[in-house]
């Protein structure tokens, strides 16, 4: 079977919740590891802007995101403020299991919310690059920029290590 054949990119559902948890465990160092009745609210309260990316079968990666606004963060381990009127797509968390490593399964799944942002209007994608992430995100046309304040200084102050808050047009 071609590789390509079985991937298959689809909207993250609750009965999800289980795979979405072992890649996070898989991929995540402890304090950055979300309970599942948070990431199950957050589901609840952005259901269209999650994903899941399944090879052979299996959910292998994830991306949750909202409808923001540019500028604007959600702490670690914080609920998804959904605004209203919003501008930009904020990714929250994009998780590939070590064990699909090479499948181009992160930069799929960004792909797929650009064209979700595309559609809903939205000009800007924006996130918190962790873990060293900074040169994945660089990749796929991030930069790193200031949050909106002080306000969300201190968001991003809620992440360990050297946290990078970045954007990208999308126009």
Not at 62 to 69: E, F, H, N, R
């Amino acid at each position: 079977m071609d590789a390509s054949a079985a991937l298959l990119v689809r909207a993250m559902r609750a009965d999800d919740l289980d795979a979405v948890l072992a890649v996070q465990l898989a991929c995540y160092g402890a304090g950055f590891v979300e309970s599942g009745e948070l990431i199950a609210r957050r589901l609840a309260a952005a259901p269209h802007t999650g994903w899941v990316a399944e090879h052979m079968g299996h959910v292998r990666a994830y991306l949750a995101g909202y409808p923001s606004v540019m500028g604007k963060l959600t702490p670690l381990h914080g609920e998804f403020e959904v605004a209203a009127a919003a501008d930009a797509l904020y990714l929250h968390d994009l998780a590939v299991h070590p064990d699909a490593s090479g499948l181009g399964l992160g930069p799929r799944l960004v792909r797929h919310a650009w064209a979700h942002a595309a559609q809903a209007g939205w000009r800007h994608s924006t996130l918190v690059s962790v873990q060293s992430s900074v040169g994945f995100w660089e990749r796929q046309g991030y930069a790193a920029t200031q949050p909106a304040g002080p306000g969300q200084l201190a968001r991003l102050a809620t992440y360990p290590g050297d946290s990078v808050f970045m954007m990208r047009r999308l126009d």
